[in-house]
């Protein structure tokens, strides 16, 4: 999940997916 979150520090991408 670290990788994740250091492509979309502001969170709202991870929601996206």
């Not at 670290?2 to 997916?17: A, D, Y």
Request: hydrophobic share 25%.
């Amino acid at each position: 999940m670290s990788e994740l979150r250091r492509e979309c520090p502001k969170g709202s991408n991870l929601r996206q997916l």
